[in-house]
């Protein structure tokens, strides 16, 4: 695709522009985007989009109570939610109250829902069957549905054996 500008280059840059439900794209080469000023910050990375994210997401929202710095490496939330990076592995347990809102805000869901590897989910998977089953369950005793109980208590322990069984390798 030719630059919309110059009509000679190769368009390599391009621009949605969404104003009061109106879509234009512009596409344009390296050069006539820097002319133009087009070109978005060249900084971009996904850390600045992540500290973006957090930041909206905390405009209009209310959040639990968190450590205000990291216990291991003294990072500050404020910090964190600028940069979008965290300055240790242990800032996520110390931010936990605070994200965890910000990322089902974001995705949905504050925990993981989507496809395992197949090499790396035969225990996790059983785990997330476990617990799906156990708020089955206890949906079940709550409504007195007590033979639904006795078959969901006889998967879930079928399943807890598998799990042992796996750890051991039998």
Excluded: W
């Amino acid at each position: 695709m030719l630059c919309n500008e110059c009509g000679k280059n190769e368009a390599n840059v391009h621009l949605t522009h969404i104003i009061n439900g109106k879509k234009t794209e512009s596409h344009l080469c390296e050069e006539c985007a820097k002319k133009n000023q087009a070109i978005l910050n060249s900084n971009f990375s996904m850390e600045n989009l992540f500290s973006v994210m957090l930041n909206n997401s905390f405009n209009n929202k209310t959040y639990l109570p968190a450590a205000k710095s990291c216990t291991n490496c003294g990072m500050t939330y404020e910090n964190f939610r600028n940069t979008g990076k965290f300055g240790c592995s242990h800032c996520i347990d110390s931010f936990k109250g605070r994200l965890k809102p910000v990322i089902k805000s974001i995705q949905g869901y504050d925990r993981h829902i989507g496809k395992i590897p197949k090499r790396a989910g035969g225990d996790y998977k059983i785990q997330m069957d476990i617990e799906r089953l156990k708020n089955d369950l206890k949906g079940a005793v709550e409504r007195e549905e007590y033979e639904l109980a006795a078959e969901l208590r006889d998967k879930i322990n079928d399943l807890e054996n598998k799990k042992g069984d796996e750890q051991f390798g039998k």
